[in-house]
């Protein structure tokens, strides 16, 4: 019966102004909406940079009089060192086969080099340990005697790794500068609240209500308002999360990049709990100065 009594108190505070309650909970609404949907886009980045990781392969292109004893000393040397996952070599002949599939609409091209398959050099294909590894590797091919040249996907790598590094910072602004707006504004419809009730308050202290069965309202109101706002980001984003995770992705399927349910559901419960967590905040710094024991 108790409890019921507090929440209809705080129920009735949030009826009594509508206009800042509804300020508040889309404060946090925006918050977290923002926020959220960054944690979809980040997860999506950072399965493209999975991906990559699965497929990057620095090639490293070896002149023709490097004799393959010289290679087979200089692949045992590579895997030895930290950045590298795996080595293998690609004959001649192997990369004419390549060669035809990655230019079969294109039969004049590879008649011409048919008619000199030598043209097409040899080459040592490394497997980085994460793809943001394949510059240090390739820094160190380049001064390697044999090789004549060096070739990575390096701008698609460095684009992916500089996106996800730039959308964790972005949340964590998001966070700093939303989050004080919406606890400010929450504070703001506590203290209108305290007002508004200033003569029941001071009626309720006289008959002996402690302070805390005076603040519990008021800290069920923040938490409403910082819950709905939660709630409703959490909607928007799950309704969201197909076209969020495919913003930037490098998949060229549609809706081949599926955000699983089991993540969505654990940032889901982090967002709620932020939301309130907002809500009680604020709550706190409308009470400030109000209420003292």
């Known amino acids: 019966m108790r409890f019921q009594y507090l929440l209809e108190q705080a129920l009735s505070n949030l009826r009594r102004n509508v206009l800042v309650v509804f300020a508040a909970v889309i404060a946090v609404f925006v918050m ?60 001649k002949a192997e990369a004419l086969i390549e060669f035809r599939e990655l230019f079969a609409d294109q039969p004049s091209m590879v008649a011409v080099v048919e008619s000199d398959p030598s043209i097409l050099p040899a ?29 990575a996907a390096d701008e698609a790598i460095d ?31 506590i203290r209108i609240a305290i007002f508004a009730r200033r003569d029941e308050i001071g009626i309720m202290k006289l008959v002996g209500a402690g302070n805390w069965f005076v603040r519990i309202p008021f800290f069920f109101e923040g938490m409403l308002e910082g819950l709905v706002g939660a709630t409703l980001a959490v909607a928007l984003v799950w309704a969201a999360a197909p076209s969020i995770a495919e913003l930037f992705s490098t998949t060229v399927e549609p809706g081949a990049l599926v955000v ?34």
């Open 32 to 91: 977290l909406t923002l926020v959220f949907a960054t944690i979809v886009l980040r997860w999506s980045i950072d399965r493209d940079i999975n991906r990559w990781d699965d497929n990057v392969r620095v090639i490293a292109f070896l002149s023709d009089e490097v004799p393959i004893s010289e290679v087979n000393r200089l692949m045992a040397e590579i895997e030895q060192w930290d950045e590298v996952e795996s080595v293998i070599y690609f004959s």
């Open 123 to 151: 080459s040592i294909r490394i497997r980085p340990t994460e793809a943001a590894d394949y510059r240090a590797i390739s820094d160190q091919l380049v001064a390697v005697p044999g090789i004549k040249q060096v070739s």
């Open 159 to 189: 684009a992916l790794v500089q996106r996800s590094s730039r959308l964790q910072t972005f949340a964590f602004w998001i966070v700093i500068v939303l989050g004080a707006a919406a606890v400010v504004l929450i504070a703001n419809t």
């Open 260 to 293: 699983p349910f089991d993540f969505l559901v654990r940032q889901s419960l982090l967002v709620l709990g932020f939301g309130v967590g907002t809500g009680l905040l604020g709550s706190a710094f409308g009470m400030w100065g109000f209420l003292r024991d």
